[in-house]
C-alpha cells in the first residue's frame, strides 16, 4: 500500500502554522517559529529537526545558516554542507560564496574549503563568473579560481 502525500497547504495555512513564511526555492522555504529559522516543504512539514538562529534561501543547493557555532552552509536534509565556521557567509553564487573570516573577505567552494589564498577588505558575490574585490583600498575584479582580471 502506498502512502497517500500531503496535501499543499495554502499560503493562509502555512502563515498561520509559523510566524514567518517566506517563498519556495528548490521545493523548500524558510520560516521562523518561536525566534527559530528553519525550512518546510509545500505541505508544512519541517524538511529537517535542527533549528537555527537564521537560515537563507537553498542556492546552489546550499542554504546559508546560523548557530552558535557560526555561520555555514546547510544540506536540504538540515546538516551542515563542511566543518568549517565563519564569522559571516553569503548565499552561493557561480559554485562560489563569499565569507567572512578574522576581519578578512574570501570566497569558499561548496565544501567549505577557500577558492584562492588571497584575502580581501571587501568583496561581492560572483556575477556571470567575476566578482568585484577590495585590496589595499583598489578595487578591481577576480575570477572565480582568484586570479585578476587584468584590463
Known amino acids: 500500500m502506498t502512502k497517500k ?17 517566506g517563498f519556495f526555492t528548490k ?15 509545500p505541505d508544512g512539514t519541517p524538511a529537517y529537526e535542527e533549528r537555527f538562529d537564521d537560515v537563507g534561501l537553498f542556492l546552489g543547493g546550499l542554504a546559508r545558516a546560523h548557530n552558535d557555532s557560526g555561520w555555514f552552509h546547510i544540506c536540504p536534509n538540515g546538516s551542515p554542507a563542511y566543518k568549517q565556521r565563519y564569522d559571516h557567509v553569503g548565499s552561493f553564487s557561480g559554485e562560489r560564496a563569499w565569507v567572512l573570516k578574522n576581519e578578512k573577505w574570501f570566497h569558499i567552494c561548496p565544501n567549505g574549503t577557500p577558492a584562492y589564498k588571497k584575502r580581501y577588505e571587501w568583496i561581492t558575490s560572483f556575477f556571470k563568473g567575476l566578482a568585484e574585490v577590495q585590496k589595499d583600498g583598489k578595487r578591481f575584479f577576480i575570477r572565480l579560481d582568484g586570479t585578476r582580471v587584468v584590463g
Open 5 to 21: 502525500k500531503d496535501k499543499i497547504k495554502t499560503r493562509t495555512e502555512l502563515e498561520i502554522m509559523y510566524d514567518y513564511v
Open 27 to 41: 521545493g523548500l522555504a524558510r520560516v521562523c517559529h518561536n525566534g527559530k529559522w528553519f525550512h518546510i516543504h
